[in-house]
């Protein structure tokens, strides 16, 4: 059993991977979502009503670099195959919003991933996905209206779309790791998740 309480297995076919599936999706209505625990606020800037979180990552961007054992993205990634399920989120705290983002995030990367046959494909695919635009609040492309304030100034936008860039390919390095077996191979029992619709939002 994983962090978030989640059994892991090993499956040989797509069959027994969906069934798990339905099992999980169980699960889901009869639990709570799975909240960010970085309700402590203290000394972090935030952007459009957002928290820019520390992040265990090399990437250039405004994060502030922690050593911590646990920073945000391990918890979307840990937190994702049980919250996926559900369609309304009860936020608590502004790390929530971006739990959130997130997890809708690892949503759009999974299907991007989910015909690519190699972890070589898979890159190749993650790479291109990190290529495109990240919009912010305000922007028509951005999919969450009202979960973060839109931007009071041409700086703040380009803060917070930084940071989320940041945040999504550090976000999908981690997330290859989980999609692929250490021999190049594609983990189903993560790219069948590619199927869901986390609060019913269609992934294109």
Same mark, same amino acid.
């Given at each position: 059993?994983?962090?978030?309480?989640?059994?892991?297995?090993?499956?040989?076919?797509?069959?027994?991977?969906?069934?798990?599936?339905?099992?999980?999706?169980?699960?889901?209505?009869?639990?709570?979502?799975?909240?960010?625990?970085?309700?402590?606020?203290?000394?972090?800037?935030?952007?459009?009503?957002?928290?820019?979180?520390?992040?265990?990552?090399?990437?250039k961007g405004p994060a502030p670099v922690t050593d911590q054992g646990t920073d945000i993205v391990d918890e979307a990634i840990s937190f994702f195959r049980a919250?996926?399920?559900?369609?309304?989120?009860?936020?608590?705290?502004?790390?929530?919003?971006?739990?959130?983002?997130?997890?809708?995030?690892?949503?759009?990367?999974?299907?991007?991933?989910?015909?690519?046959?190699?972890?070589?494909? +898979?890159?190749? =695919?993650?790479?291109?996905? &990190? $290529?495109?635009? #990240? !919009?912010?609040? +305000?922007?028509? =492309?951005?999919?969450?209206? &009202? $979960?973060?304030? #839109? !931007?009071?100034?041409?700086?703040? =936008?380009?803060?917070?779309?930084?940071?989320?860039?940041?945040?999504?390919?550090?976000?999908?390095?981690?997330?290859?790791?989980?999609?692929?077996?250490?021999?190049?191979?594609?983990?189903?029992?993560?790219?069948?998740?590619?199927?869901?619709?986390?609060?019913?939002?269609?992934?294109?």
């Open positions: 059993m994983d962090q978030s309480g989640i059994l892991q297995f090993e499956w040989s076919n797509v069959s027994s991977c969906m069934k798990l599936i339905e099992a999980v999706k169980i699960f889901g209505k009869r639990t709570m979502v799975y909240h960010s625990s970085f309700i402590d606020e203290e000394g972090i800037s935030k952007a459009c009503g957002c928290p820019l979180l520390p992040l265990k990552s090399h990437i919250n996926v399920f559900f369609r309304n989120f009860d936020i608590k705290s502004s790390a929530d919003k971006l739990l959130i983002y997130l997890t809708l995030y690892i949503n759009v990367a999974l299907k991007r991933l989910e015909g690519c046959r190699t972890l070589a494909e +898979g890159t190749k =695919a993650i790479i291109n996905l &990190g $290529l495109e635009k #990240v !919009p912010v609040p +305000g922007e028509a =492309a951005f999919p969450f209206a &009202g $979960l973060f304030s #839109v !931007p009071q100034s041409p700086h703040e =936008a380009e803060l917070f779309r930084t940071y989320l860039k940041q945040i999504r390919e550090e976000t999908s390095g981690r997330l290859l790791s989980c999609a692929y077996r250490p021999n190049g191979t594609p983990n189903k029992w993560w790219l069948a998740f590619a199927k869901r619709k986390f609060m019913n939002i269609i992934v294109p």
